[in-house]
């Protein structure tokens, strides 16, 4: 009846609008923490749900290990709000939610050992949320994931328990995606602007309440499909981009030209240009990954996404491409790789972060060891491996391992390191990243 849906949805919009919504975040992860904390500020009653006992513990004892949230931000929202309620609390039960107006879900969207989608962390979630839904509740989905994910799989998990109740009349459901950037201080979760998307109008009316006061200016689209192909365009435009400055490097090589001289100069154009610089490869825990997501549905539809993969062959390549630099380099000085001393400067998948996920900077350090070099890396950020056969600890005297190294591969260029310094070392050098040759 429409009288009772306007009704359901009025009285949804105005506790956001009164700020007398209490949220939930499942997902405490580097997405999570700081939206829950952006809730928070907001004026919500905020519980953040997690799995892990151990994280849930470190939030509630006010220690943050999000990089990006201070242990400062995480005491202020758990203080007790001015109307004397509790403020932040994390927990891992989920039957919090029966007290809850709203909730984001914030879980990991990997891909499984055969490259396809696994949405098992988006299926759990939905199936504890359908547990405890109740009339009014907004439940908003911000996991990169595959257009229909939120329509085809969220949505009759949500129903099942409730198969008389209609979304955008007793339930609203939409899909956000989440813009997190670790380590960027320009754009915040409160300032960047977010796309939104519902599964019926009145979806998108209710999800745009919960969200506008929190974060940066809401961009509607037509649907929760749209809005999930949003993101996977907006990341698969980064790889491909990728893709091709890297392939500008392999030609590069035919011509004998340096690919970054071609491309700060034709960075130069005021317009129709956007810059993207050769390197190691492909790493970290979205730009690998989400394009997958897009290519995966379209073969469902009878499509090849091309670029999707002509890129991700080209990504992948990489690793292998500098290693045969490193045999070329050592072979220049009459050494073969299978024992000599092999230095890779940084593992993290890009500079200044700790992120080892999908890092090139892994398969180069495998590529070497299975060709018998002495492996061994230096990373400020990362003290230690322990990913597959590399259980390696970082070298901790630089200067000295700069010295005695045969080739030094320069793999994440972290502001840290001193590269005049390290141009003095008599290694050869291999530099993905272009910072000595600079
Ligand atoms: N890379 C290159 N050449 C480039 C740019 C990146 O080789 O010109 C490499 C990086 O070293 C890294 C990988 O590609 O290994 C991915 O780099 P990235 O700059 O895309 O970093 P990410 O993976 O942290 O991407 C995130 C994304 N943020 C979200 O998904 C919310 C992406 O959309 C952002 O545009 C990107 O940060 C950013 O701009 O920093």
């Keep these: 009846m429409p009288t009772t849906m306007n009704a359901t949805l009025a009285t949804t919009t105005q506790k956001f609008a009164e700020r007398e919504a209490r949220v939930a975040i499942i997902g405490m992860g580097y997405v999570g923490l700081p939206l829950a904390m952006a809730f928070a500020q907001a004026g919500y009653r905020v519980v953040g749900i997690d799995v892990n006992a151990e994280r849930v513990a470190q939030l509630n004892a006010g220690r943050s290990y999000v990089e990006d949230i201070a242990d400062a931000t995480l005491s202020e929202a758990q203080t007790r709000r001015p109307d004397g309620r509790p403020g932040f609390v994390a927990t891992t039960e ?3 939610l029966a007290e809850c107006d709203a909730v984001s879900i914030c879980v990991p969207t990997p891909l499984n050992k055969v490259g396809e989608p696994d949405l098992s962390y988006i299926i759990h979630a939905a199936d504890e949320v359908s547990r405890y839904l109740h009339e009014g509740m907004v439940v908003v989905l911000e996991s990169t994931t595959y257009p229909g994910t939120t329509r085809e799989v969220l949505l009759p998990r949500l129903e099942a328990h409730c198969p008389d109740w209609r979304v955008g009349e007793d339930f609203f459901l939409a899909f956000s995606p989440e813009r997190i950037d670790p380590g960027r201080t320009d754009w915040t979760v409160e300032t960047m ?5 519902g599964v019926t109008a009145a979806c998108l009316t209710a999800a745009k309440a919960f969200y506008a006061p929190a974060v940066g ?3 509607a689209v037509s649907s929760a499909e ?7 365009f907006e990341n698969t435009f980064r790889s491909v981009n990728i893709a091709l400055a890297n392939e500008l490097l392999l030609m590069c090589d035919k ?3 340096d690919a970054w001289e071609i491309v700060e100069a034709a960075a130069t154009k005021p317009f129709g240009f956007m810059k993207f610089t050769p390197g190691p490869g492909l790493g970290g825990h979205c730009i690998p990954i989400d394009p997958h997501y897009l290519s995966w549905k379209l073969r469902t539809l009878a499509y090849n996404a091309r670029f999707i993969e ?3 062959e080209i990504n992948t390549e990489m690793p292998r491409y500098w290693v045969q630099k490193v045999q070329d380099a050592l072979n220049s000085v009459r050494k073969s790789v299978n024992g000599s001393r092999v230095l890779v400067l940084g593992v993290a998948y890009k500079k200044n972060i700790s992120d080892i996920r999908e890092s090139p900077a892994l398969d180069i350090l495998l590529l070497l060891q299975e060709k018998g ?4 890396y230096h990373d400020p950020y990362v003290p230690q491996l322990c990913y597959g056969d590399l259980q390696l600890d970082a070298v901790i005297d630089l200067a000295a391992a700069l010295e005695t190294t045969d080739c030094i591969v320069i793999a994440t260029d972290h502001d840290a390191y001193n ?6 070392a008599q290694a050869a050098v291999v530099d993905t990243r272009h910072v000595i040759s600079a």
Excluded: F, M, R
Aim: zero cysteines.
């Design 94 to 96: 989920y039957s919090v």
């Design 193 to 197: 602007p977010k796309v939104i998307g």
């Design 217 to 219: 200016p809401l961009t």
């Design 226 to 232: 749209a809005a999930e192909t949003v993101k996977l």
């Design 255 to 257: 011509l004998g030209l």
């Design 310 to 312: 002509l890129a991700s």
């Design 373 to 376: 070099a002495e492996i061994a």
């Design 419 to 424: 590269w005049a310094e390290i141009a003095q």
